[in-house]
C-alpha cells in the first residue's frame, strides 16, 4: 500500500496504429490513444472555434451559466491518418460548427449558418477581428 502509484496516475498504454485504424471510427474515439491526442491538440490551441472564432468562456466567469458555454470538439479535417494525426489533420470546433459540418442539412445547422454565423461575422468585423 505505502509508496504505490494509483492506476489512475499512470498513463493508459497506447494501442498500435495498425490495430488503431483497424477498429470502427465509433471504438477509434474511444481509444486511449486518441484521448491522449485530442488532450494535446485541445491544449496546444485556444478554446476558440477554428471556423467561427467563437471563445470559450473561463470556468471562473459565473456570470455565464454551464448550459450557455460553448463546447468544443476536436474534429478530423482528414481521416487519412488515424493513429498518426498530425495536426494539419484536425481542427478545433464549437459544437454548431461541428454539427454543421457532419449535419448540414438540419435545422439546428441551418439556423446557425444562415442566421447566427451572419451575427457572429458582424461582431467580430465591429471588433476589428477576422
Known amino acids: 500500500m505505502g509508496g504505490t502509484v494509483k492506476d489512475?496516475?499512470?498513463p493508459a498504454p497506447l494501442e498500435p496504429i495498425w490495430y488503431l485504424r483497424s477498429i470502427p471510427y465509433s471504438e477509434y474515439r474511444q481509444s486511449n490513444w486518441w484521448r491522449q491526442r485530442r488532450a494535446r491538440y485541445r491544449s496546444g490551441h485556444d478554446s476558440v472555434c477554428q471556423r467561427c472564432g467563437i471563445a470559450s468562456?473561463?470556468?471562473r466567469d459565473k456570470t455565464?451559466?454551464?448550459d450557455k458555454r460553448p463546447?468544443?470538439?476536436v474534429h478530423h479535417v482528414s481521416y487519412?491518418?488515424?493513429g498518426d494525426e498530425p495536426d494539419c489533420d484536425l481542427e478545433l470546433l464549437c459544437s454548431a460548427c461541428h454539427n454543421a459540418?457532419?449535419?448540414p442539412e438540419?435545422?439546428?445547422a441551418i439556423w446557425w449558418t444562415t442566421v447566427c454565423l451572419p451575427k457572429v461575422e458582424k461582431v467580430r468585423a465591429a471588433m476589428g477581428r477576422q
Open 8 to 10: 489512475a496516475e499512470q
Open 57 to 59: 468562456v473561463s470556468s
Open 64 to 66: 455565464v451559466s454551464l
Open 71 to 73: 463546447r468544443f470538439n
Open 80 to 82: 487519412e491518418n488515424l
Open 101 to 103: 459540418e457532419h449535419y
Open 106 to 108: 438540419s435545422a439546428a
